[in-house]
C-alpha cells in the first residue's frame, strides 16, 4: 500500500493526496514534519515533505510522485495522452511552483510563524507574483479546466499552489488574488466543489488554522 508522509497543511502533501484521491488509490497518511535528521533524509534527501513509500522504495518531489503514480496507476488519466498536450500540462505546473508558489513562501515565516515582514521579500515578491499570474491566465484554457476539457495535474497543482500564494497576498499586501483575478476565483470556486479537492482542501484549512493557533 502507498504510504503519504507529510502534513495536511502543506499545499505540496495536499496535491499528492488528491490525485491518490481521484485515482482511488488505496493509501495510509502518516504525519511528518519536515526536518534534517538523517532517517528523514534517506527517505526525502532535502527534508521536505511530501514524500510516498511504495513497494520500491520512498520517492519525494512532488512532480516525481505524479509521474510515478501515473505510471503505476495509468486510470483515470491525469496527463493528457498525446505528448505535446502532457508537455504543456507540466509547464504550467513548473509555473505555479516556481512564480506562485515559491515567492509567497517568502512570506511564509511572516503569516504562519509570526515572524517579522522580510521588507526585502515585500518588495520583491509582489511583481514576481503578477508575472506569475499572467502567464498563468495567459496559458490557462479555463474550459472548465486549466488545460481544457479534462481534469489534469495542472489543475491539482494551481488549486492548491494560487490558495497558497493567496493565503499570504492577503496577509501581506491585502491582495486577494481572486478579486483582481476574477477568471481565476470562478475558476478556483467550480473546481474546489469537486468531492476529492474539496475535502483535501478542508483538511489543509482546518489544519493550517490549528498550525497557526498552536504558534501564538
Ligand atoms: N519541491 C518540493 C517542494 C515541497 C515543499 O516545499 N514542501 C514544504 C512543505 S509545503 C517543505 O517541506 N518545507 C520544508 C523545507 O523547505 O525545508 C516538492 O515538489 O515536493
Known amino acids: 500500500m502507498v504510504k503519504l508522509y507529510g502534513v495536511p497543511a502543506s499545499n505540496y502533501y495536499s496535491c499528492v493526496k488528491t490525485v491518490l484521491l481521484e485515482k482511488n488509490i488505496t493509501f495510509e497518511e502518516i504525519i511528518q514534519l519536515p526536518g534534517q535528521n538523517d532517517e ?4 526525502s534527501p532535502m527534508g521536505k515533505v ?3 513509500e511504495t513497494d520500491n522504495g520512498f520517492l519525494s518531489e512532488t512532480n516525481v510522485i505524479y509521474d510515478y503514480i501515473e505510471e503505476t496507476y495509468p486510470t483515470p488519466a491525469l496527463y493528457p495522452a498525446d505528448l505535446f498536450a502532457k508537455s504543456k500540462t507540466k509547464e ?5 511552483e516556481l512564480y506562485l508558489d515559491a515567492p509567497a513562501r517568502r512570506h511564509l515565516g511572516k503569516v504562519v510563524f509570526g515572524e517579522t515582514l522580510n521588507e526585502t521579500a515585500y518588495n520583491e515578491v509582489r511583481p514576481i507574483i503578477k508575472k506569475g499570474l499572467n ?3 495567459n496559458m490557462a484554457k479555463f ?3 486549466v488545460m481544457g476539457e ?3 495535474y495542472a ?3 494551481s488549486i492548491f499552489h494560487i490558495g497558497f500564494a493567496n493565503f499570504h497576498t492577503r496577509d501581506i499586501y491585502g491582495w486577494d488574488i481572486t478579486e483582481t483575478h476574477p477568471e481565476i476565483g470562478n475558476y478556483l470556486e467550480h473546481v474546489s466543489k469537486r468531492e476529492p479537492v474539496a475535502q483535501v482542501m478542508s ?3 482546518k489544519s493550517l488554522i490549528e498550525l497557526i493557533e498552536s504558534l501564538k
Do not use: N, T
Open 143 to 145: 474550459a472548465p479546466f
Open 92 to 96: 504550467v505546473i513548473r509555473i505555479v
Open 203 to 205: 483538511g489543509m484549512e
Open 40 to 43: 528523514l533524509l534517506s527517505r
Open 150 to 152: 479534462e481534469f489534469s
Open 50 to 52: 511530501p514524500f510516498i
Open 155 to 157: 489543475d491539482i497543482a
Open 135 to 137: 502567464a498563468f491566465i
